[in-house]
């Protein structure tokens, strides 16, 4: 497999770097043959399919037992904003689009107790989240403070801790917010707010058009004292430098809030002239930003939240630690579908992924799983990255494309595979960056 080469800066210097894929470290090059020698007595290479999810129908329920600690309830369809971003409006093919459903207290009481059987009956970690998806899930409130009283009924209180991800509307509702700041040790609550109002208000709008920025701030004003954090969705055409400051700024008014970054997709974008157009101006805003931080850091300057909050988007699949990819459960970072966490929607029925479509169901809370479409989607997973050959890519532990990319209505590869060179070449520019930003960290 191939060892990548490339340089780190400081202030000073430049420093000639390597990276190994399979053991997936970063060293200097003048430690190169003290590598080689470990790797080759040590963890010889050697091809190998990974097995490592159960081939048997009734060994799955225990596997997902055991791994799965987060259960996503998406309490709602309904939603009161008309994102202009948002990937469930009719720019984007191939997504659910919003509806008028609501999950009722008898489909939420019966995920909790199917939830509780999965949980206990595979000697599975005791503790896991609770997430309140939707559309807009403060606009089904009784299900919210009903899931709080149905996990304190059948599971001891250090056991759940719940999250709510919020368009941050509902500030007059007296009753969601004292319930909040009632459980504020065991709930987090994550507002949408992409900065200052003028590019808030870019994208996030109600049907009407107008801006949610004012409603927004009213309710960070309710739960400053709680768990709160912000979830930015960085679009191309915003001014993230605005964005920077304003996070700045802000943080003088709430200094214990967490910001989270996403970023816009193209992914299934209608509009394919417009996606190439963002998609180039996204790669030189990032490419932008990394120079500033690796300039800043390098002359030993504090870095913004917002500098900080993106590199921590990046750190998940950018760690540098001894990991050597057959220790992994899989060739990329994606996860196996349903054993990480399960999403159930208002009807009660059962998915890998609270963003899927039908095609991805995988049981309901009336008749429990269905071992074998989730051992058919397993194995799918593995056919693909085999015949992509991930294991031999030099960028497999970077590569964070999800199964829903890889794969279309559950039953094949997409006709245009998401993994090209120019995928290859960002991957490469992040993990220098990632390292760089590593080197700069450990010097001080």
Known sequence: MEILKFEVRDSRNRFEMLYDPY???????????HFESFRDQKHPYQKRKFKQYPLVKKDVETFIGRHNNRLVLDITSQCNLRCIYCIYNDNYDDRRNFKNSNMSLDVLKRSISFYKKIKQDRHSRNYFDVSFYGGEPSLNP??????????????????????????????????????IIRNKERFATHISLDGPKSENDRFRVFSTGRGVF??????????????LGFQITLHPEHDWNKIDQFYSNILRKFPNIKIFLNYFTTRDYKKKSDALRFDKLMLTKKKELQDRIIDKMSRNLNLSPFEIAY???????????????WSKKLFINSCYPGADKMAVNSKGDIFICERVSDA?????????????????????????????????CPYHNFCSQCFIAITEQGKGIRPTIPCN??????????MK????????????
């Not at 060179?421 to 992040?430: H, L, Q, S, Y």
């Open 142 to 179: 009784n299900v919210i403070e009903a899931a709080i009283l149905e996990c304190d009924r059948q599971f001891d209180k250090n056991v759940c801790t719940f999250l709510l991800t919020t368009n941050g509307t509902f500030f007059d509702n007296d009753d969601l917010v004292n319930l």
């Open 360 to 392: 991805y169901k995988i049981g309901d809370v009336y008749n429990g799983l269905k071992p074998e479409r989730i051992l058919e989607l397993w194995q799918l997973l593995e056919n693909i990255t085999e015949s992509l050959c991930c294991g031999d």
């Open 214 to 227: 004012d409603d927004v701030m009213r309710l960070a004003d309710k739960l400053k004292d709680t768990n």
């Open 23 to 33: 053991t997936n470290l970063v060293y200097n090059k003048e430690l190169e043959s």
């Open 433 to 444: 960056f990632m390292a760089n930003v590593t080197f700069l960290r450990r010097k001080k």
């Open 311 to 325: 590199i921590t988007s990046l750190s998940r699949n950018y760690n540098f630690y001894f990991n050597p990819y």
């Open 421 to 430: 060179e120019k995928i290859k070449e960002i991957m490469f520019e992040r």
